[in-house]
């Protein structure tokens, strides 16, 4: 579940758009409507659905620098519409943004794109090679011909305090999440269509303020889109992308509302085989808040799956994560300690 509701508004060519998670439960009287009875197909579905109102292509990376210290990144392109379909040049109804982040320990760096559709200045395209961006940003496929173009990727952004330039090679296959890529969100029946590729190893360069350094790491890309995921009385959600040493992996995410919220995964095996879990089968409690932003959010974390014999704690690389973006929200690396170890990251929105 990855930062629907950030994608909801820009403020682009002087027309001003309604801005906020409450938007995301808005009427979406002409855009299409997720399908249960949808087969996702690739490398088709990589590329943008126009027709739905909301999209991302969005991928985390836990890294370790050559200097022994542990580093996130975050790049991600974002695509809403104002209107369903496509058109030429500025009848396009297409908006785009894209948010870039580097984290350290102690400190958060984050930069903004918007571009508006039909121009050239953003978009996402199937080539070959497939490749999205906004403006010198970019996802690039590096694919051998015949393979998914996601498999691998070339990453760069690029701001006035930090870039990167990272290689990604897959390692495993890509998760379809729920019902073969159906993904409820609420009990109302609110839902996406959502893929995973979990399964990168990176190498590459970071520069920050204090100079270069060689990584090397995991990543993770999110692919979803929806016309309408959030329920009216859902505030925000609580995202979590766990990478366990073991090689299995957890997607988990709980929808916050007046009650208990909706909470629902994928566990991930180690060879890629995905089982979606039902609601309410992983359980999260926030354990620790921090102040950042004039708002405290739970940056400490108990995920419990008796199922998988699973109870872990997480607790951030760098409480301070916050995205002062155009719609803000918290994003950071993470590491889990308990019956499973690893590193992650969090999403955390509506605080």
Request: aromatic share 10%; net charge negative; proline share 7%.
């Amino acid at each position: 579940m990855r930062a629907k509701a950030l994608i909801l508004l820009l403020a682009l060519t002087g027309m001003a758009f309604a801005q906020g998670f409450a938007d995301m439960a808005a009427d979406v009287s002409g855009f299409a409507t997720p399908d249960p009875t949808a087969t996702l197909t690739f490398p088709a579905d990589h590329a943008a659905h126009p027709d739905f109102r909301i999209e991302w292509w969005y991928l985390t990376a836990t890294l370790k620098g050559e200097d022994g210290a542990d580093y996130g990144v975050q790049w991600t392109l974002f695509r809403t519409a104002i209107a369903p379909g496509e058109g030429d040049g500025w009848q396009s109804p297409q908006l785009w943004m894209g948010h870039a982040a580097a984290t350290t320990g102690t400190a958060h760096h984050v930069a903004e794109r918007l571009a508006r559709g039909g121009t050239g200045q953003a978009g996402v395209t199937l080539g070959p090679p497939f490749r999205a961006w906004i403006d010198d940003w970019q996802m690039l496929s590096q694919a051998a011909p015949g393979a998914d173009p996601l498999s691998h990727l070339r990453l760069l952004a690029r701001d006035t305090d930090f870039a990167y330039d990272l290689d990604l090679a897959a390692q495993g296959p890509l998760i379809l999440h729920g019902a073969q890529g159906y993904s409820v969100k609420s009990a109302a029946g609110q839902a996406s269509h959502y893929y995973s590729q979990p399964f990168y190893t990176v190498s590459g360069q970071l520069d920050l303020p204090e100079g270069p350094v060689q990584v090397t790491g995991q990543a993770w890309l999110d692919r979803e889109w929806s016309s309408q995921p959030l329920a009216a009385d859902q505030t925000g959600w609580d995202w979590f992308s766990l990478a366990f040493d073991s090689g299995e992996r957890l997607m988990g995410f709980r929808l916050r509302d007046g009650g208990g919220g909706f909470v629902s995964g994928t566990w991930i095996a180690a060879d890629g085989t995905a089982t979606p879990l039902p609601p309410g089968a992983l359980a999260v409690e926030p354990l620790q808040t921090h102040s950042v932003a004039g708002r405290e959010v739970p940056v400490g974390w108990r995920l419990t799956l008796p199922d998988r014999a699973l109870d872990v704690t997480i607790s951030a690389l760098n409480p301070d994560a916050w995205m002062a973006t155009s719609i803000p929200y918290w994003e950071g690396p993470i590491t889990i300690k308990g019956s499973h170890t690893g590193r992650g990251y969090l999403e955390m929105t509506g605080y």
